[in-house]
Structure formats: structure tokens, C-alpha cells
Nanobody
Framework: QVQLVESGGGLVQTGGSLRLSCAASGRTFSSGTMGWFRQAPGKEREFVAAIVWANGNTYYADSVKGRFTISRDNAKNTVFLQMNSLKPEDTALYYC??????????????????WGRGTQVTVSS
């Protein structure tokens, strides 16, 4: 049984930083893609960042480019999201997602098979 467990969320002031972690168990995604999505109240779930496990290629939403960094630890089967220069509009429930393949549609949430339960990030102004 595949499980994705997020951690690292919390309350931070504008300009602060947080590091989210997503630990995968039940299988590895060595041929696949792992990503982060977020959902604010009343809004749709949106793409934040993704990483291709095999070659480390990364993808970002324009709204977080230059502030967020996605990375992976192969040995620990874990993906990280380093979030710097946080803004109130970054406030959301952040979800980790995974799929067992790579294609160009890394930003599309419907292409991901596995999801975590989310971790809350709140940025105060």
C-alpha cells in the first residue's frame, strides 16, 4: 500500500521560510514524478512544483519560481519543498503527489495517482 506523508507545515510571518517533507512508502517512484500542490479555501487545487525522480529535472509554478525549491533524497524516498520569502497568498493546504511515469503533463493534478493528506501552511501579514 502506497502512502505519502507530508510534514513541516506551520505558521510563519511574511518573508519567513518553511521546509516541507513528503515521505513515500510502499513503493519507489524511480521512473516517475513527484509533485507539490496546494489548495486555499474556496479555490481549486493548484500546481506548485514537481521533480522527475530519474534525472532531477524540476518544474515550478510562476507564482513560486525563485522562492521555492523542490528536491529529493533517493535513499530516504523523500521529497522536500523549501519555501522562502513566503507571502500571505502562499497560505494553503499543501499536498504531496506521486505518479509512476514521466511525461510533459507534470503540472496537471489529474495525472497523479497517489496523494498525501496535506500539511497546512499559514503565512501571516
Amino acid at each position: 500500500q502506497v502512502q505519502l506523508v507530508e510534514s513541516g507545515g506551520g505558521l510563519v510571518q511574511t518573508g519567513g521560510s518553511l521546509r516541507l517533507s513528503c515521505a513515500a512508502s510502499g513503493r519507489t517512484f524511480s521512473s516517475g514524478t513527484m509533485g507539490w500542490f496546494r489548495q486555499a479555501p474556496g479555490k481549486e487545487r493548484e500546481f506548485v512544483a514537481a521533480i522527475v525522480w530519474a534525472n532531477g529535472n524540476t518544474y515550478y509554478a510562476d507564482s513560486v519560481k525563485g522562492r521555492f525549491t523542490i528536491s529529493r533524497d533517493n535513499a530516504k524516498n523523500t521529497v522536500f519543498l523549501q519555501m522562502n520569502s513566503l507571502k500571505p497568498e502562499d497560505t494553503a493546504l499543501y499536498y504531496c503527489a506521486a505518479r509512476e511515469y514521466y511525461d510533459a503533463y507534470v503540472r496537471q493534478k489529474y495525472t497523479y495517482t497517489y496523494w498525501g493528506r496535506g500539511t497546512q501552511v499559514t503565512v501571516s501579514s
